[in-house]
């Protein structure tokens, strides 16, 4: 079990992880791919204190490299679960999980809106990791809305295990059912499916915990970062504008802090 565990490899998250380090606690940081991010695309960042003119790419190298020189380990793959209990939090990603003691979201700007149905029914039809739950739907009918770049790879997986699968890439999707999936509506005609696995870079955070307070597509967070769900705690672009790299550092600080003392009173 890890002390903290963060979601996101920006500067929000690296700094999180680095101030754990700092503090003697041990960290994870879960992300997708660094070079996908904004932050890796830009030519020049001119705003970043001291470091005039540094390029997206380097800067978050340097970030990743301090991160790891540290202490953090780094374990790449998209979340697709938490769970919370009264001992911390375990996170899903890929066909792995991991738990932790404290939970810290650095998601960045991420998609918070979620297909009519897909809430209600996730769990019993719908998905979002083929390879972790494609054998439940093995020579069913599935759908696979096909949002990422790994998209197409799981639905050929969900294939070669005797899926029947239809794959689209429409936004105009209504997910049917009253206790479990049995259609999936695409622009406005009906597809009847046992399941449906909704594939996107990455996961509403709403999907990942319902008890989550969202707010004009924003976490929120209290003064010390913590959101409305015991030991999860959230920071940078996630939580709300300005989206600039020196916010989002200080963020993570702050939430990295508050994560340590959350741990810590628990071990009084």
């Known amino acids: 079990m890890y002390d903290i565990i963060i979601i996101g490899a920006g500067p929000a998250g690296l700094s999180a992880a680095i101030t754990a380090r700092s503090r003697g606690k041990s960290a994870l940081v879960i992300s997708g791919p660094c070079a996908d991010s904004g932050l890796y695309k830009a030519p020049v960042i001119d705003n970043y204190p001291g470091l005039p003119g540094i390029s997206g790419a380097e800067l978050s190298d340097r970030l990743a490299k301090h991160a790891e020189d540290a202490g953090a380990v780094f374990a790449s793959g998209k979340v697709t679960s938490v769970l919370t209990s009264d001992g911390g939090v375990s996170v899903g990603f890929g066909s792995e999980f991991e738990s932790g003691r404290a939970l810290i979201l650095a998601l960045g700007i991420v998609q918070t809106q979620v297909f009519p149905g897909e809430a209600e029914l996730l769990g019993r039809g719908v998905s979002y990791c083929a390879t972790c739950d494609g054998m439940l739907y093995r020579k069913r009918k599935v759908v696979v809305v096909a ?13 070669s295990i005797g899926c029947e699968v239809t794959e689209v890439t429409s936004t105009k999707i209504k997910i049917l059912g009253d206790t479990n999936v049995t259609a999936v509506e695409i622009d406005g005609a009906a597809v ?3 399941g449906v696995f909704i594939l996107r870079k ?12 969202i707010r004009d597509g924003h976490l929120v967070v209290d003064e010390n970062f913590a959101t409305a769900v015991p030991a999860v705690f959230a920071s940078g672009d996630c939580v709300g504008k300005p989206y600039q790299i020196a916010k989002a550092v200080g963020e993570g600080q702050r939430a990295a802090f508050s994560a340590i003392e959350y741990i810590d009173k628990g071990a009084d």
């Open 147 to 159: 949002l990422a770049p790994d998209a197409h790879a799981e639905a050929e997986y969900l294939r």
């Open 192 to 194: 009847p499916c046992d």
């Open 202 to 213: 990455s996961i509403a955070p709403a999907a990942l915990l319902a008890d989550l307070d």
